[in-house]
C-alpha cells in the first residue's frame, strides 16, 4: 500500500501535508539561529568570567568547569577537553578520587564519540572500583564504558571481538539505566535496552514517555522521535516510520 500523507489547512486555508508543517518549522529554527548562537556564547562568557576570580570554593569551581564542558561537547571537542582537564587536576589537587573519575569519565566519552579509542582507554584505565564511587560518578563511568564499547563495535569486523564489544555494551547500558538520574539518558538507556530484548513495546514506551516530557523544539525531543520513529523500522512498519521521521 502506498503511503497517504495527512494534509491541513494553513493560515491561507490551502491544504499542506506533514512535510510541509515540518520544513516550516525547521526553517522558523534556522532563522533563530544566531539568536540561539548569541545566547549559548553570552551563557559561556558569563561562566567564564566566574572562574576568572578567586571567589569560588572547590566545589563551585568544579560544577562551574564541568558545565562549560559540557555546553562544548556537542561541537568543540577541543575545548571539551581542555575544561575536564582542568577538572581533573582541580580533583586531584583535592583529593578527591570520586570527582576525579567523573571528570575522566565524561573526557572518555568525548574521546569515544569522536573515534580516538586509544586515548578513552587510557583514561579509564584503573577506575575499576564502582563500588566506592558515588551514584552520580557511577552513572559517568558506565555511559562512558557504554560509549566506547557501542563505537568500537561498530567499527570491529565480524567475530569474537566484535561480540565481545557487543556483550560488554548490552551490560553497560544496563548499569546506566540503574545509576543515571538524568531524564534524557534514563529514556536513551532504558530504550538500547528494550531493543536489545526485543521489546519493541517497552522500547516505544520509552520514546513516548520522553517525548511527553521534552520541549517540541528541542534536541531531546528530536532524539526521542528519532528513536521512536527507528522502534517502527525494527516492527517492519514503515508508515509509521515515516510519521515519526518528519
Not at 490551502?14 to 526553517?27: M, N, P, Q, T, Y
Not at 571537542?77 to 582541580?90: F, G, H, M, P
Request: charged share 30%.
Amino acid at each position: 500500500d502506498v503511503y497517504q500523507r495527512q494534509q491541513y489547512p494553513n493560515d491561507n486555508n490551502v491544504l499542506i501535508d506533514e512535510v510541509d508543517i515540518a520544513k516550516k518549522a525547521l526553517d522558523g529554527l534556522l532563522d533563530r539561529r544566531e539568536e540561539f548562537l548569541l545566547r549559548h556564547e553570552a551563557r559561556l562568557d558569563s561562566l567564564k568570567s566566574l572562574l576568572c576570580g578567586d571567589t569560588l570554593g572547590f566545589g563551585a569551581r568544579y560544577a562551574v568547569t564541568a558545565e562549560i564542558a559540557e555546553r562544548y561537547f556537542a561541537y568543540q571537542s577541543d575545548s571539551t577537553i581542555a575544561y575536564l582537564r582542568r577538572n581533573v587536576a582541580l580533583a586531584e589537587r583535592a583529593g578527591n578520587a570520586d570527582l576525579t573519575i567523573r571528570a575522566k569519565s565524561v573526557m572518555a566519552m568525548c574521546y569515544s564519540m569522536n573515534g580516538r579509542f586509544l586515548e578513552a582507554d587510557r583514561v579509564l584505565a584503573g577506575a575499576t572500583d564502582t563500588l566506592h564511587m558515588s551514584r552520580a560518578t557511577q552513572a559517568a563511568y558506565y555511559a562512558a564504558q557504554h560509549r566506547q564499547n557501542r563505537e568500537c563495535r561498530s567499527q570491529s569486523e565480524p567475530g569474537a571481538e566484535r561480540d565481545r564489544f557487543r556483550a560488554c555494551e548490552e551490560y553497560y547500558a544496563r548499569r546506566a539505566l540503574e545509576t543515571t538520574g538524568d531524564i534524557s539518558k534514563r529514556f536513551y538507556f532504558a530504550y538500547l535496552v528494550a531493543v536489545d530484548e526485543g521489546d519493541y513495546d517497552r522500547a516505544a514506551a520509552a520514546c513516548d514517555s520522553a517525548l511527553a516530557c521534552a520541549p517540541p523544539a528541542s534536541h531531546d525531543y528530536a532524539r526521542a522521535a528519532f528513536y521512536r520513529s527507528e522502534t517502527e523500522r525494527f516492527r517492519g512498519d514503515e508508515a509509521a516510520r515515516f510519521e515519526w521521521l518528519v
